[in-house]
């Protein structure tokens, strides 16, 4: 499966309810600054390492941390914010496990050092670094933080003032939302998640193959094409169809049996000179337009449809008819208005997929209400009623029930005019054929990653669904 990612406080409630059963709190301690020492060892095995206690559990674990790495021969220079007589429960204990030298946070500043182990407050800091702290933060160098960067807040996933900046960052049990969310994650590094006997229950988890590869859909033996699934994708006007080509060909290519672009009449000419597997329909109305999704199990709606009444008539025959629907770009803002009318329509199995403007123009303020960018997109499939996938460089896909997924297998290369409309298509195509809703929109913007990962700078929308075949072939385990 997938990593799975604990808010600070669901950590911190993980622990708990070990120690309740039992465990002791300083033995949790002592795995976590053996698994920090024996983490920094391995990735940085040579170097003067220069660690930076706090006064809490990130301080402790760095106390254990520096008496391993002694162990280990490492040259350590300990230092605290506090005096080490002012050090209470664990981290005093931790503490008297160090029998080296501890100097105050101060001398840090000018001592000598190659790297740098941040173990001052981690993810449950809730106000800005101050003084010496914030002048280490700024100071650079290179950085291993425990937990997450002191300096950032791990719930929200963004800087609370100056924070360090991680060439790695090591953590325990679970990812945090800092770890996957933006600005936050830019400041982690990689991030290593330590085994240390703390179990884990979350509906919040890293995108990856190892959640939904086994569901991945492929044809049998005796398949023909229309048993794996017709896929409709409305066109805009003739001077913007390319976008709804873009979509139906990566649904083709996601594995829909069929595919059919529906086109306005004036724009019939322009698409029927750039299609051949993709089928044609002339649609003039949005009773036309339902009429036409009979034979459809899923719709893609949106891209260049145009923010007018016409794409807003098609939208509501679409979520009247049976096909589920992919709503996408205009299909969505032609709603900013009144917003409620669309979440009433809207059913289980339908899937949106707004970038940062649409789900504000859809969902107001829920972004700067929300603790974070997953606690937003679950928020709004909660109010709209259907899954949800807001798009990103921290793609968020969240279904009704609060059941979440990050992804951030991506490269800033997609970042080009008509990506998002791949997204889509390879969506709607996953759809087709039978996948159901939540776990097509993580399978999607999975691959969608992928093919820009493979094809890098330079990166334009239709190079995207080429590299399909290549990917999907690899997750069935064939060879081409």
């Not at 699934?229 to 003739?238: K, T």
């Not at 007018?308 to 025959?317: G, P, Y």
Request: aromatic share 4%.
């Amino acid at each position: 499966m997938g990593r799975p990612i604990l808010t600070p406080q669901e950590m911190r409630a993980a622990e708990d309810a070990l120690f309740k059963g039992g465990i002791d709190s300083f033995e949790l301690m002592q795995r976590a600054g053996n698994a920090v020492a024996e983490f920094v060892h391995a990735k940085w095995p040579e170097g003067r390492i220069q660690i930076l206690c706090g006064p809490g559990g990130n301080g402790g674990d760095g106390f254990i941390a520096a008496a391993k790495l002694a162990e280990l021969w490492r040259k350590v220079d300990v230092f605290c914010l506090i005096d080490r007589a002012e050090l209470t429960g664990d981290a005093a204990r931790a503490a008297a496990a160090w029998n080296g030298d501890v100097r105050p946070l101060q001398e840090a500043l000018e001592a000598p050092h190659d790297i740098v182990l941040d173990a001052l407050f981690g993810g449950g800091l809730s106000r800005p670094l101050e003084g010496v702290c914030a002048q280490l933060a700024e100071r650079g160098g290179r950085v291993v933080s425990i937990d997450v960067p002191s300096g950032i807040d791990g719930l929200t996933a963004r800087p609370i003032g100056p924070c360090f900046r991680a060439e790695g960052t090591i953590t325990f049990a679970a990812l945090r939302p800092a770890h996957m969310l933006m600005p936050a994650a830019a400041y982690c590094g990689g991030v290593f998640v330590a085994d240390i006997g703390v179990p884990v229950h979350t509906q919040l988890l890293e995108n990856s193959p190892l959640l939904w590869g086994r569901g991945l859909p492929q044809p049998g033996q005796g398949t023909h094409k229309h048993a794996r699934g017709h896929l409709a994708v409305m066109s805009g006007g003739v001077s913007t169809t390319g976008a709804a080509r873009l979509a139906a060909r990566a649904g083709l290519r996601a594995g829909a049996g069929l595919v059919t672009l529906l086109s306005p009449p004036d724009a019939i000419a322009v698409n029927a000179s750039h299609l051949t597997a993709i089928m044609l329909k002339q649609v003039s109305s949005a009773e036309e337009f339902r009429s036409a999704l009979e034979t459809a199990s899923v719709s893609i709606l949106g891209p260049a449809a145009g923010v007018n009444e016409a794409t807003r008539l098609h939208v509501e025959a679409l979520l009247a008819s049976p096909a589920k629907a992919v709503l996408d770009a205009d299909a969505l803002t032609v709603f900013a208005q009144d917003p409620e009318s669309l979440y009433r329509q809207l059913r289980p199995g339908d899937l949106i997929t707004p970038h940062i403007g649409e789900f504000k123009r859809l969902f107001g303020d829920l972004l700067e209400t929300e603790a974070n960018k997953v606690e937003a997109a679950r928020a709004a499939a909660k109010l709209a009623g259907c899954v949800v996938l807001l798009k990103g460089p921290d793609t968020v896909i969240a279904s009704p029930d609060g059941t979440a997924i990050v992804n951030t297998h991506a490269t800033r290369w997609l970042a080009t005019a008509g990506s998002g409309d791949v997204l889509a298509g390879i969506a709607g195509g996953l759809m087709a054929q039978g996948v159901e809703t939540f776990a097509a929109a993580s399978m999607a913007a999975w691959l969608h990653g992928e093919a820009g990962r493979r094809i890098g700078a330079g990166l334009i929308a239709e190079d995207l669904e080429a590299e399909l075949p290549d990917i999907l072939s690899a997750l069935h385990g064939e060879h081409r």
